[in-house]
């Protein structure tokens, strides 16, 4: 019986050894943890931000240039400022500002990656209303952009050199 016994005991200890020692798997390593989302953007107080230093600027100079300064500023430095012709093209072509570009009123937004960032943009129209609206955008897009005051007219009535 005391044989029989050992082999009992042998039995379950050999039986929880394999059981013990069997191939479990290890815990896995815990996930990282995910990078935290970035803070939301209020676009809007962005945007009230740039409207708000827009109208502050107002104050200083009124965005406007007269056909007098922007002569004599072409005159004196040329190449310092950037004019921006937003009329049809084809009033653009039977007159125009010496250098200037040619951007429709409507293709403005989608031509700001050719206005220059370090030059200050003389916006010309036809009378100043839409130069004024576009001097706007311009500003608040952190652009250093003045209206031509009266528009192209005001230009040729001074008799400054028209390039056609």
């Not at 200083?60 to 007098?68: G, T, V």
């Amino acid at each position: 019986m005391f044989k029989r016994l050992t082999a009992i005991v042998l039995v379950l200890v050999l039986a929880l050894s394999l059981v013990g020692c069997g191939g479990s798997k290890p815990a896995p390593a815990p996930a990282p943890a995910p990078a935290p989302a970035p803070a939301p953007v209020d676009k809007n107080a962005i945007v009230k931000e740039a409207v708000v230093r827009y109208f502050a600027d107002i104050a200083k100079s009124n965005n406007i240039i007269e056909p007098k300064q922007l002569k004599e500023t072409m005159d004196a430095q040329a190449g310092s400022v950037f004019i921006l012709d937003i009329r049809k093209p084809e009033d653009f072509a039977k007159g125009r500002i010496a250098g200037s570009t040619n951007i429709g009123f409507a293709k403005v937004g989608e031509n700001l990656d050719k206005l220059p960032k370090g030059k200050q943009i003389v916006v010309v129209c036809y009378s100043g209303q839409t130069a004024g609206q576009t001097v706007g955008a311009l500003r608040v897009l952190g652009l250093n952009a003045v209206s031509l005051k009266g528009g192209f007219p005001s230009w040729e009535a001074e008799k400054y050199p028209v390039e056609k």
